[in-house]
């Protein structure tokens, strides 16, 4: 069974980092797309950042410069790397994936796989 597990999420004040981790089992994440999403009360699940079977990334604007995601294929686990962190990240942040499919898409809508989710909360 392809199961993902989040964790690294927690409170931290503006400018602070965190490091988002997100365990993999049941599949091989170098032969997928991986994706972070996010959600705020209230608001949809949105792309953060994906990266696809050759490593190319892709990030939303608003976390562009700040968050990068990576993976590291023999812990079979992918990161999030938030640094600089504003107010309007505060959200649950999910791990997702395509299994098998080596390309990316920028819509929760295409992701067949999720974690549960893990929080942060950022306070000014």
């Known amino acids: 069974q392809v199961q993902l597990v989040e964790s690294g999420g927690g409170s931290v004040q503006t400018g602070g980092s965190l490091r988002l981790s997100c365990a993999a089992s049941?599949?091989?994440?170098?032969?997928?797309?991986m994706g972070w999403f996010r959600q705020a009360p209230g608001k949809g699940r949105d792309r953060v950042a994906t990266?696809?079977?050759?490593?190319?990334?892709t990030y939303a604007d608003s976390v562009k410069g700040r968050f990068t995601i990576s993976r590291d294929n023999a812990k079979h686990t992918l990161y999030l790397q938030m640094n600089n962190l504003k107010t309007e990240d505060t959200a649950i942040y999910f791990c997702?994936?395509?299994?098998?499919?080596?390309?990316?898409?920028?819509?929760?809508?295409?992701?067949?796989?999720w974690g549960q989710g893990t929080q942060v909360t950022v306070s000014s």
């Open positions: 997702a994936a395509r299994v098998a499919r080596s390309s990316c898409t920028s819509a929760s809508s295409g992701f067949a796989d």
């Open positions: 049941g599949f091989s994440v170098s032969t997928s797309c």
């Open positions: 990266i696809n079977s050759g490593a190319y990334t």
